[in-house]
């Protein structure tokens, strides 16, 4: 994890454009604690300022901008999981800067962004053509901004914004639609900007301009005028790193009788394993979903382990390298089932589990949600694994996801009784969440604006600072987790069907209507999710890691019929993300396996904390204050 930052000036006999206040500089080190550095590059009719800040997580430590003879420039904030080969000791940023210094021909540099399999945002100078280039990877999975001056004189790419006094328009996010060019040297001669994209596209398709196209409509309408985007003449393109969404319906998929009327139980998802086409795929998922994890929780540099030997107070003197986010929901239990697999044996875990302050003490009257049927549901799987409120230390945070999540941390203890689960109460209060939003939330949130932003940001900051307390030596004690890399279990939703706006799609547009609502969700979720969410966990020197996003996970759930992975003619708590409830079963979990989606705004209790009649589409007032200060 990089902050990255390029800012160029053109028309320099204007004068210098300071676009690098100290308050975006501040930001940027937050995300890259281990090294900082700057390069200028300048020339007659422009100069361009690049400021690297690492955080160093595997092979040796590379300070970035890093620069070659020719006078090219790189700034990678990325991780290679695969597609190019990294060895162990090797570092990715120089690797990926070798090949680029090598390359004369833009196809090259396609070739190379298309090849990459994991997250990845860039800057790259090059000296030859006196070009910019820039992008993220396909599902924006790293956060990278724009930012043009009002006065023609340049702009800005950075890995997060400021609320800066004199910057006047605002931060916009880079869209993830491909990688673009900006040709300084015409650019200040012209006094007009033009960025030049190239698009992904799927290299199956026979005729590919009108998809290319499409890519347009993704870049924003309000750019300042002196700035266009134009698709490269030669229309060359990435290629897309995953399969097209499968959007037909397997006729012989398993279906049972009277689906809508059996109750979420693990007796009846059960009866789904005994099909043997759906026991395979469902092993087919674990295996890939394992597979992306372990890449995600070993791809790190670690101390020595402590051999077999040793004995446990040595191993519980250890410190977590890996955290998960975690309410003890479906997603969030099967990643922490899987990164057991691969962390090493003594090593801790943290489960981190954020609870904000509720209002009543008001034991499980804390469900409230609309449906009684689905409140009724959530009690009785915690009344299963006898997670009572009542051994809740501090019943003010006596949230739905600090109860299941006490409850997967029993399921966890179960299948791996030697692993150290640290599992971290971290308790928000509505004093902490109001002054931290001022202070330092409010300007990762943005560009976005929404009062779910604002409830998923600062739900997200809080979870992954990783303060709070933890059970030591049989007594609760303050403890703040040191694990650099933070996996969580977004893209699980969007792609299985997990959200409630899935059912009234499939009710009202039946699987076709079902069918292009997952492929929108996982088209736009760069723009809706990832890059706030990078931002966010990101400014604690922290890395996200995404298994469900995974290029090979991505690939296999797109090759599935819709009804292999979901079935919303059965109740909640089975029929969304049925293939995971599956593969979570098989993995040895319980009754997290049938525990119906439940946002993590509503689970932490935060939607609700401050003002109970906003929606969660409304512009978030609180945000638009802070950015007006």
């Not at 639609?177 to 012209?190: A, M, T, V, W, Y």
Request: proline content about 3%.
């Amino acid at each position: 994890m990089c902050g990255i930052c390029c800012s160029v000036t053109l028309s320099i006999e204007h004068g210098k454009y300071d676009f690098l206040h100290k308050n975006l500089l501040h930001n940027l080190k937050r995300r890259g604690p281990n090294s900082s550095q700057q390069v200028l590059k300048t020339d007659i009719d422009y100069h361009c300022l690049f400021s690297g800040h690492v955080l160093h997580l595997r092979g040796l430590l590379t300070p970035q901008p890093i620069e070659d003879e020719k006078g090219n420039v790189f700034l990678w904030n990325g991780e290679i999981f695969g597609g190019i080969f990294v060895g162990t000791e090797d570092n990715d940023t120089q690797i990926m800067f070798n090949h680029l210094s090598s390359f004369n021909k833009e196809s090259e540099i396609l070739s190379l962004f298309s090849s990459v399999h994991g997250p990845w945002a860039f800057i790259y100078y090059q000296a030859s053509s006196n070009c910019v280039w820039f992008g993220r990877d396909y599902f924006g999975r790293r956060s990278l901004l724009w930012h043009f001056s009002n006065t023609e004189k340049g702009f800005c790419l950075a890995s997060v914004g400021t609320k800066a006094a004199g910057v006047v328009n605002e931060w916009q996010e880079v869209p993830a639609c491909g990688i673009f060019k900006i040709d300084l040297k015409s650019s200040s001669i012209s006094k007009h900007m033009v960025l030049t994209l190239y698009p992904w596209k799927y290299i199956s398709k026979e005729n590919t301009v009108e998809e290319v196209d499409k890519s347009l409509d993704q870049i924003p309408g309000d750019l300042p005028k002196f700035v266009s985007v134009e698709l490269n003449e030669a229309r060359l393109c990435l290629k897309t790193p995953v399969v097209p969404l499968n959007t037909k319906f397997r006729k012989d998929t398993f279906t049972s009788d009277h689906s809508s009327h059996i109750p979420a139980t693990i007796e009846n998802l059960q009866v789904f394993l005994k099909d043997e086409h759906m026991k395979k795929t469902v092993h087919q998922l674990i295996h890939v979903l394992s597979e992306a994890v372990k890449k995600r929780v070993l791809c790190l540099s670690r101390t020595e382990s402590v051999s077999l030997n040793d004995d446990h107070s040595k191993a519980s003197a250890k410190k977590a390298n890996i955290a998960i986010l975690f309410s003890g929901g479906i997603d969030s239990m099967v990643i922490a089932s899987l990164a057991d697999r691969h962390v090493p044996f003594d090593e801790p875990i943290d489960l981190l589990n954020v609870a904000f302050m509720t209002k009543e003490k008001v034991g499980h009257a804390t469900f409230t949600n609309k449906s009684d049927k689905l409140k009724k549901h959530l009690q009785e799987n915690i009344k299963r694994l006898d997670i009572t409120t009542d051994n809740i230390q501090d019943q003010n945070f006596n949230v739905p996801d600090r109860l299941t999540g006490r409850a997967g941390l029993k399921e966890l203890k179960a299948i791996n009784p030697l692993r150290m689960w640290n599992f971290v109460e971290i308790n928000v209060s509505l004093e902490e969440l109001q002054r931290m939003r001022q202070h330092q939330i409010s300007h990762l949130v943005q560009p976005l604006d929404t009062v779910l932003d604002d409830s998923i940001g600062c739900a997200v900051w809080f979870a992954s600072r990783g303060v709070g307390c933890a059970m030591k030596e049989d007594k609760m004690k303050p403890y703040q987790s040191s694990a650099k890399v933070v996996l969580t279990g977004i893209g699980a939703d969007e792609q299985l069907a997990g959200y409630s706006r899935h059912r009234v799609r499939f009710k009202t547009h039946g699987l076709e209507g079902l069918s292009k609502e997952l492929e929108m969700e996982l088209g736009r979720i760069s723009s809706r999710n990832l890059g706030r969410d990078d931002r966010v966990i990101s400014d604690h020197g922290k890395e996200a890691r995404f298994p469900f996003l995974d290029e090979n996970v991505v690939s296999f759930l797109n090759s599935l019929s819709i009804l292999e992975k979901a079935d919303l003619t059965l109740p909640r708590g089975i029929g969304e993300k049925l293939i995971l409830r599956l593969a979570a079963l098989e993995l040895g979990l319980t009754a997290s396996t049938v525990l119906p989606k439940r946002a993590m705004q509503f689970g932490s209790k935060i939607a609700k904390l401050e003002n109970n009649n906003e929606k969660a589409s409304d512009k978030c007032s609180r945000l638009q204050e802070l950015s007006s200060e």
